[in-house]
């Protein structure tokens, strides 16, 4: 038991998925994995562990923003010693080629956060990337279903509703997409030397105003969890 997960040792499977929504959560276990069972309740994150072709894998509920990952991610690696996780949530395109339930792997993860001046206080601006085995299997294994696919950066921001966003700016330099977790949950893998990778759908564009329902992000974007879960079991 951690501070904020109820489960033992041994109830967390070495491979995690990270959604946000406590209602993604129990939609992937009940629609991706086999026999799951919940293992915490505790502050309403929800987490089950089930089977995916054989392989144990466990699906933990974050919140939203790099503080609550943050929590998450620690305690997943320093208590329960997982190895691998992926963070499968939404994001907002910033890119006119990157459409609404387009997948965008992060590649790597800038922010306007202050995590990563916070780790490095001799002033170097730390680059925050994903595990490139992760990303190889993530990205194959969506273009082999035919999924609409991009990889590249994306910013993690800091304030959701934050004045003064400079989208043709973020644009001009490669930002694909707009989410609020990865740069955290890179940083903190890089930290204990675990493996690590966002996978998003996106929920809306930003710069045509087009956007899904809250009921699609929390229980359809299938796609995503079947990229997620092959790049993570090779299956």
């Not at 033992?8 to 929504?21: E, Q, T």
């Not at 089930?50 to 509920?61: E, F, H, L, R």
Request: charged letters at 20%; aromatic letters at 8%.
């Amino acid at each position: 038991m951690s501070t904020h997960i109820e489960a033992k040792k041994g109830d967390i499977a070495d491979i995690v998925l990270l959604p946000g929504d406590p209602l993604r959560a129990e939609y992937i276990a009940q629609n991706f994995l086999t026999n799951a069972k919940r293992y915490n309740t505790v502050r309403n994150a929800w987490g089950y562990t089930g089977t995916y072709g054989g392989t144990p894998v466990s699906v933990q509920a974050t919140g939203m923003g790099i503080p609550s990952i943050s929590i998450y991610a620690n305690e997943l690696i320093q208590d329960y010693d997982v190895h691998t996780l992926i963070r499968v949530g939404t994001a907002g395109s910033i890119n006119p080629d990157v459409n609404i339930r387009d997948i965008v792997l992060a590649q790597g993860a800038s922010t306007d956060s202050a995590v990563v001046d916070h780790t490095f206080k001799d002033r170097i601006h730390y680059a925050p990337i994903a595990d490139f085995g992760l990303l190889d299997r993530a990205y194959h294994a969506a273009k082999d279903a035919g999924y609409p696919v991009h990889v590249g950066n994306v910013l993690s921001e800091d304030q959701f509703y934050a004045e003064g966003k400079d989208f043709a700016l973020w644009q001009k330099y490669g930002i694909l997409a707009l989410e609020m977790e990865c740069a955290a949950l890179y940083l903190i893998a890089a930290e204990y030397g675990r493996h690590a990778l966002g996978v998003m759908t996106i929920s809306n564009n930003i710069l045509t105003g087009e956007e899904t329902t809250s009921e699609e992000r929390a229980r359809t974007f299938g796609d995503m969890m079947d990229v997620a879960l092959k790049a993570a079991t090779g299956k």
